[in-house]
């Protein structure tokens, strides 16, 4: 029995120290197998690192085409209730002689919201006259200490009952759309955005509780208003000599100055392409048809920072249409200057529609 015993323990002796006696890797199989896992792992990093990167840019390539079209709904439903439309005559003014006559005019460019003139920052596209409702149940200022209704700026007669009149109002106002840019950290550098103003009329009436001075043909009057105009705002003046174009486009604003913090600029679109060279060929305005590029590229008016064909419109003013052009920048969402490529087309959204205004003042 002790033989067997001592038998036994010889033999678990021996395993127990050929165990001991067997190595790990050698320095040789581990650079192999290192040198093996790079040439799996690098090319499906580099597989997974340009999925993700294509994923970011077809989200911002959405996204883009999205708010374009979203921009251009926006104005195109802003613009059907325009009276007129400014061509690029309206906006910057030209001079000619009819039958020995010369014809100004004076355009409306110096009255409308700018930059200074030694660093604009915004260029006009779009500036109409358009009519806007002014429902019943609005809250409007009454008085200078009071609000109330807009149904209630008018009393019934007492013998008719008394009480509000509930009425409506159709009242115009004038709307600008703008190419932006300004140098402010917040927006990336190659790329500009869209912007709107909108300046409104009031309500007149001999008896109403607001007052202002007005100048009218070199006449200067005061006038009662019940719904005050916005700062800054004048009527159009249909007395004025001449046709529509140049009746309106020798408007001038009130002497008030407007107040932008009241009527502010309000961003419709962003991240719009700001590349100035290498880009598509501008859509050509149909000029024996009376359309004219606005913003117009040859007017000193127009720096060459904003002659990117990204934001500008064909505008035939005695048709009251528009053809309007956007061009978006999607890669500036997730590239720091991104600009325009041949290459990178599909990375820059465009889209066009073409707008017809459903007012009309009368008088061609």
Not at 32 to 37: E, G, H, Q, T
Not at 40 to 63: C, H, W, Y
Not at 169 to 175: A, E, N, P, R
Request: charged letters at 20%; one cysteine or more; proline letters at 3%.
């Amino acid at each position: 029995m002790k033989n067997f015993l001592r038998f036994l323990l010889k033999i678990q002796l021996q395993k127990s120290q050929h165990l001991q006696s067997q190595k790990g890797f050698t320095l040789v199989e581990l650079l192999v197998a290192l040198i093996l896992a790079f040439l799996v792992i690098t090319p499906l990093m580099g597989f997974m690192i340009d999925v993700m990167n294509t994923d970011r840019k077809e989200q911002a390539k959405s996204t883009s085409e999205q708010e374009v079209q979203a921009a251009l709904a926006y104005i195109a439903q802003d613009m059907e209730q325009a009276v007129y439309i400014y061509d690029a005559d309206g906006i910057y003014g030209k001079t000619t002689t009819v039958n020995g006559e010369t014809i100004t005019i004076n355009g409306i460019l110096g009255q409308l919201p700018s930059g200074t003139a030694s660093n604009p920052d915004k260029v006009p596209v779009l500036v109409f006259w358009k009519r806007y409702f002014l429902n019943k149940d609005q809250i409007v200022q009454t008085s200078s200490t009071s609000t109330g209704r807009a149904g209630c700026l008018y009393n019934l007669p007492s013998t008719g009952g008394g009480g509000c009149n509930d009425q409506d109002y159709m009242l115009y106002s004038l709307v600008a759309y703008y190419l932006v840019k300004d140098n402010s950290a917040t927006w990336n550098s190659t790329t500009t955005r869209i912007e709107r103003w909108e300046i409104r009329d009031g309500i007149r009436d001999v008896t109403g509780s607001f007052s202002r001075s007005e100048t009218v043909n070199s006449t200067t009057k005061t006038v009662k208003y019940r719904l005050l105009p916005s700062t800054g705002f004048m009527p159009f003046d249909l007395s004025l000599e001449g046709d529509l174009k140049r009746k309106l486009g020798n408007w001038r604003k009130h002497s008030a100055s407007y107040d932008l913090n009241v009527n502010k600029l309000t961003t419709l679109a962003d991240y719009i392409d700001q590349t100035t060279s290498g880009t598509p060929a501008l859509a050509a305005c149909n000029t024996a048809a009376g359309e004219q590029q606005v913003p117009d590229y040859t007017k000193t008016n127009v720096p060459t920072t904003f002659r990117t064909g990204s934001f500008y419109a064909c505008v035939n003013a005695s048709k009251y249409i528009a053809r309007v052009y956007i061009r978006g920048n999607a890669l500036a969402r997730i590239q720091t200057g991104a600009q325009y490529s041949s290459q990178q087309s599909a990375y820059f959204p465009t889209a066009n529609i073409q707008i017809k205004g459903r007012g009309f003042l009368g008088i061609e």
